[in-house]
């Protein structure tokens, strides 16, 4: 069997815990398998990277900044794969320009198009452990990029679409994919299974277990994930296209803190309006999430939406930017404690009154509710962020998703 493990940052954070996935990968290798492995930066050292660089120059060009980050990942493959010669496991470090992972040529954002698999190959027949850097790809100019924060995960479930692999773990600091996360609803528990597109909504919206187009891929090219933990034997989540049991009206709860209001007030009601503003912040890579327009009165109209809040600075400049040209308006309403509340579940879509049902729970807890938003297998509700774990559990309870 060919398998693809990724370790996440806090898996690898010290000797210890590096030692414990060595001696997990040992295992796999001495069973006979062919194993490759996926390394995160070390515990938080994307978060110092990325704080060294902004002591130096808080613009520092999104090039140099993907120059520094692919660094972290080198020193996890490094470092594992001399923790398994001591344990007298033959194994080899590539990062991605050794691999040859090649990506689109957007800094700090790139996409995977393609993997050599000729040299993790050659290794594989060399009897040794494959290691590589996740999170990071070469472009175009045979300069690094990195594939945005959480990367390494779409790293591991692209070589396991590239290689055929036979498996593909994730492996993490939690047991699996929870009903809600467990440090803001006590009661969550593990899921067995969930289907790629509730894995899906999870991500993106900020479950954090597992990086969005990690899934979008896994769906892609049918690679069915485990999401376990690295510091037990616990059986993990199996992420895959169709789930036996019967499906849940509602699967999960997630929050997402990272976001932000922008309100932009007092727009002409004319057609056009719209594409161009959101024209000018696709055009600066700015993603905008849920939005809502008011009804025209007086020829004005306002739209407002949200952004991460890591995005904010950069959309409101790039707005009142053109607020002079081809976008007046009276004014530009900001709001950064607000957060996302959502339900997922793929049995929402044959069952009326789940939105009501998560209305109510919001209600009887006196949250207010900002926005809204749904998909066929989904319901978001902005809120203030004060109001978050209240409202999550709230929810998760409305939905007896519980354990007792
Ligand atoms: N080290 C990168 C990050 O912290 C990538 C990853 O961990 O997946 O975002
Ligand atoms: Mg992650």
Known sequence: MLIVKKFGGTSVGDKDRIFNVARRIAEEYKKGNEVVVVLSAMGKQTDILLAQAREINPNASKRELDMLMVTGEQVSVALMAMALDTLGIPAISLNAYQVAMHTTSVYGNARLKRIDTERI??????????????????????????????????TAVALAAALHADACEIYTDVDGVFTADPR?????????????????????????????????????????????????????????????????????????????????????????VAFKLFNHLARHNVNVDIILQSVGRDGTKDISFTVKEDDLDEAVAILERHRAGSLSCQKIDVECEVAKVSIVGAGMMSNAGVAAKMFEALYDVGVNIKMISTSEIRVTVLIDEAHVDKAMNAVHEKFSLSHI
């Open 121 to 154: 190959q050659n290794e594989l027949e060399a009897k040794r452990v494959v290691l590589v850097t996740g999170f990071q790809g070469v472009n175009k100019f045979d300069d690094y990029t990195t594939l945005g924060r959480g990367g390494s995960d779409t």
């Open 184 to 272: 803001i609803v006590p009661t969550a528990r593990k899921l067995e299974e969930i289907t790629y597109d509730e894995m899906l909504e999870l991500a993106s919206l900020g479950a954090g277990v597992l990086h969005n187009r990690s899934v979008e891929m896994a769906k892609k090219y049918g690679v069915q994930l485990v999401v376990r933990s690295s510091l037990n034997l616990s059986e993990g989540t199996v992420v895959k296209e169709a789930v036996k049991m019967e499906k849940m009206l509602v699967s999960g709860v997630a929050c997402d803190k990272n976001t932000a209001r922008i309100a932009v007030i007092g727009l002409e009601d004319q057609p056009g």
